[in-house]
């Protein structure tokens, strides 16, 4: 383990035995008259580490060991302005390091993405230091929006985070920067530089226009949406333009008795044809569906279980050729700007999470692909041992066919065993 590494995971283990309380959130200023105005600064601190141990195969991973180190702060300013508008700017430092063998662009579906965001139009993220492939320190702007929230409805203009589907590992119709199914840090969204404007027309519906802003108008997105709800059934009609893409979607949630269930559909008409195929015959027509289900049963303090099955069309029939496919720009823009969240077609996922009590909650993950049976389990732990402070434990333990000379014969096979480490501080 190299020496960063291990200096992290005394650290945290220091942190975690001392437990110093902190005051949550800090006031920077009120108007004493009204009160109805203020400004507040939160702020919070990651510190991470993941090792991991890779498969055998020397074309993919000369050195099979690996470990990262990462560190993230992160301010938040939120700005009442008036009752009815507010205003909230993020600002984060990031810093990676990382053995030889990991570099610190490695592709980790674990860890936080490194790559470009998609549907900015200035990235606002700049490089602080660099040492070849082994650290690397930036800072950003994730968030600066203002929002203004008149009686008809809500409008926001800026970098803000947009979550559109219903789906907890999978989407078919979240597009702005979905998160990977297997991504441990899972708290913040990146931002895109949007506007929303949502006009409620009944009490339970409402209209929506997005505007979602890349450097270029042919890189853009301009979606719409009608959302509505009648009792216990919640639903959602997405239509307009992702990027280059013409696409119609929809989501639909519902509790039924004691359980949820949500479904998600999505069609893409894309300038360019799928290698594999798509709808009807038709290789331009690309389908996504996400179908699934919880609940909670009544087992203690309750055992909560999560099923979800996903279909992308943007995956491959074959994930043996993923690598060369990833060499073809459009392709490698497509996975990298999220609009497939797994190299596959399908993709099945099982979650169960229990609390033991307020302080310890333990969870485990089953992700398999049901095309070669390949699949990961991520066990966790979370301590909250102090009110505003968290360490978290997880595994990953991968299982499918090995690589073989740089090619792929799994989905999940070549994913590394891996150990991860991530203690948070809030105040």
Known sequence: MCSITRCLFLYILLL??????????????????????????????????????????????????????????????????????????????????????????????????????????????????????????????????????????????????????RGVLFSAIDMFSPFSPTEVDREWRRGVDALRVEYRTTDTSSLELLFVADEQWKDSALLG??????????????????AEDEMLG????????????????????????????????????????????????????????????????FGLENVEDALTYLQRDAFQRRFLRGDSQILGRHAVAVQCTYPFNEIWTASALFLQSPADGSGIFSPAVLWDFAQNASLRMNAFLPWGPDPRRGRLQSEYGASPMSLFLQLSFYF
Do not use: C
């Open 16 to 165: 975690g035995t001392i437990g110093a309380p902190m005051a949550m959130g800090a006031t920077l200023w009120e108007d004493e008259e009204s009160g109805e105005r203020f400004v507040t600064l939160d702020t919070s601190l990651k510190l991470s580490a993941l090792a991991s141990h890779a498969p055998e195969d020397r074309f993919l991973f000369p050195d099979r060991n690996s470990e990262v180190g990462l560190f993230r702060s992160r301010w938040v300013l939120d700005a009442q302005l008036a009752p009815s508008a507010n205003a909230e700017l993020a600002y984060e430092h990031r810093a990676q390091r990382s053995s030889g063998a990991a570099g610190v662009g490695a592709v980790s579906s674990v860890l936080p993405s490194l790559a470009t965001v998609s549907y900015r139009l200035n990235q606002l993220d700049w490089q602080i230091d660099r040492d070849e492939d082994t650290f690397l320190y930036r800072h950003e702007i994730d968030r600066a929006f203002v929002a203004l929230h008149p009686q008809w409805g809500e409008v926001t203009l800026g970098r803000q985070a947009i979550g559109l589907g």
């Open 225 to 242: 949406r009608v959302r509505g709800y009648l009792g216990d059934w919640d639903g959602a009609l997405l239509f307009g333009k992702r």
């Open 250 to 313: 929809g989501a639909l949630s519902a509790i039924l008795g004691d359980a949820e269930a949500h479904l998600e559909l999505a069609v893409f008409h894309t300038p360019e044809e799928h290698p594999d195929g798509g709808l009807l015959g038709e290789d331009t027509l690309i389908p996504k569906a996400v179908l699934g289900a919880s609940y909670t049963f009544d087992v203690g303090n309750g055992l909560t279980l999560l099923g979800e099955y996903h279909y992308s069309g």
